[in-house]
């Protein structure tokens, strides 16, 4: 894993976004993306749905969530690349 240094500026910028998330909710993020691009609120929907088991779970996830979770990653992420 490559780290790289934190400097204040990044530190600075980084609390700046997190006081503009406040307020937001993934049911709020989930409706923009089903009124710009629906097939983009279900992979959204499909990563939420397995996040606290993937985070927090004893057991970890089967191959067949695994799977699911890269897809819907990379369809959000060619998405934002392409936007």
Do not use: I, W
Not at 2 to 21: D, M, N, Q, Y
Not at 54 to 62: D, E, F, N, T
Not at 72 to 78: G, T
């Amino acid at each position: 894993m490559r780290l790289v240094e934190c400097t204040s500026a990044t530190r600075t910028g980084r609390l700046a976004k997190a006081v503009g998330f406040l307020g937001q909710n993934h049911a709020d993020a989930r409706a923009l993306l089903r009124r710009a691009e629906p097939s983009l609120e279900s992979a959204l929907g499909t990563l939420l749905a397995m996040k606290t088991d993937a985070g927090y779970g004893a057991q970890a996830l089967s191959a067949h969530k695994l799977l699911a979770a890269q897809r819907a990653a990379r369809k959000l992420v060619e998405a934002a690349l392409r936007a």
